[in-house]
């Protein structure tokens, strides 16, 4: 079984600063995908970034970017230049394939701060 | 807007009681997903029909079931309802079947509180 688990129920970073949400996963697999979702209050589903397990570089999205450690089974994401429309809950999430189904972790509230 | 409906947009029913939350996915999606989302928790993977074939199975409880007409909506019913069962209810819709890498399009979910 999967399991995706993020440490740091809530977070708050200054406006125009930097943060990073942590996240781990644990599987069997080799064949898998990582994502952060966004989920403003709104509680509308936004893609924020995906990483493809085989690739070694870390994905890049504008002031988005992961450091994906395969070794130690890590996912974090890095928001640079924060800005008050980043507030919301950031889920964490693993896919593997053949299946397509999500396993999410329960979240991180992060609120930036003007 | 992903392209994918879901509706009621919020729904209010009693425990014991029955209801049925529809999806219609994007145009050409084959696959839709169902998710629940309770309270502070993230969204857990319920079930999964592809061109109106059960594909995948989760943490979907017996008194829940789906299914996906030849026109690809889905419905998910959910019988003898609890308070527990108080959550939000997304669905999600893909092109493919789950072999290969699709994007998951979520809709903005349905409102479920059970009183």
């Known amino acids: 079984a999967q399991t995706v688990t993020q440490s740091q129920p809530e977070m708050s970073v200054q406006e125009a600063e930097t943060v990073t949400l942590s996240c781990t996963y644990d599987t069997s697999e080799n064949n898998y995908y990582l994502f952060w979702y966004k989920q403003p209050p709104s509680r509308q589903m936004i893609l924020v970034i995906r990483q493809e397990a085989y690739k070694q570089q870390n994905a890049t999205e504008n002031r988005f970017s992961v450091n994906f450690q395969k070794a130690a089974k890590s996912f974090s994401l890095k928001i640079s230049d924060s800005q008050l429309g980043d507030t919301a809950m950031y889920f964490c999430a693993f896919m593997k394939l053949p299946g397509n189904q999500f396993y999410f972790g329960t979240g991180t509230s992060l609120t930036v701060i003007p | 807007d992903s392209g994918v409906t879901q509706t009621p947009k919020h729904l209010i029913t009693a425990t014991g009681q029955r209801v049925t939350l529809r999806c219609s996915p994007r145009s050409g999606d084959l696959s839709v997903y169902w998710y629940q989302q309770s309270l502070d928790q993230g969204l857990q993977f319920l079930i999964q029909?592809?061109?109106?074939?059960?594909?995948a199975k989760g943490n979907i409880l017996e008194r829940f079931s789906a299914q996906q007409f030849p026109d690809l909506h889905s419905e998910l019913n959910l019988s003898s309802l609890e308070l527990g069962d108080s959550a939000l209810y997304f669905c999600?819709?893909?092109?493919?079947?789950?072999?290969?890498?699709?994007?998951?399009?979520f809709g903005p979910g349905t409102r479920l509180t059970v009183l």
């Open positions: 999600a819709s893909s092109v493919e079947s789950g072999l290969v890498l699709n994007e998951q399009f």
């Open positions: 029909y592809y061109n109106g074939e059960e594909r």
